[in-house]
């Protein structure tokens, strides 16, 4: 694991949620769970998920009497809101995890393998960049990208997409071009980054 890869103040949060029961059926998603798993750069958004129900009013309630507390958004399901600066994100997932999560420092961390999947089909929706320096992550400690699209079509069986759309936006960087680039722990560059993702796909591609 990676504790460095969130910042002390993040931690902090951490610690005050898990002083309390409010993380208990969470598993931390996204690319701060990825980053602590792989180390490739700085992320700080804690991401939740859960595939059961869950009430918000009563969660955002309890949020607030940790500290200094914000609301950004709330839906049924649905909660982005700032704890002590930290951004925060509750959502109930449609799609259950495939795995078992990964227990660290009081957080439930998603398997690296559903956060992957989790990324191709962010990346179909609109690829942002880290989820680009993600993906990359994934393939270099080990991850196979025929594996990878296997397991988007068993996470996603009960969801339509199409597959050569995903092939299409995993080598779309139009819109990730005027990103800035995230905090990297690692030495790999954008370009780098581009070309591996295009010859996984290319050499995927049916």
Known sequence: MNPKVLPAEAWAVVKSLGNTDLLNGWILAGGTALALQLGHRVSVDLDFFRHEDFEVPPLRIALAGLGKFEVSAMAPGTLHCRLDDIRLTFLRSEVPFLFEPVPYRGLNLADVRDIAAMKVIAVAGRGAKKDFID????????????????????????????????????????????????????????????????????????
């Open 135 to 206: 993906l990359h992550a994934y393939l270099e400690a080990g991850g196979s990208f025929p594996d990878l699209m296997a397991l988007v079509q068993q996470r996603y069986r009960n969801t339509e997409f199409n597959v050569m759309h995903l092939l299409r936006s995993l080598v779309y960087f139009d819109d990730a071009e005027t990103e800035p680039m995230p905090k990297m722990l690692s030495k790999t560059g954008w370009p780098e980054i581009r070309m591996r993702l295009e010859r996984e796909a290319r050499d995927w591609a049916p």
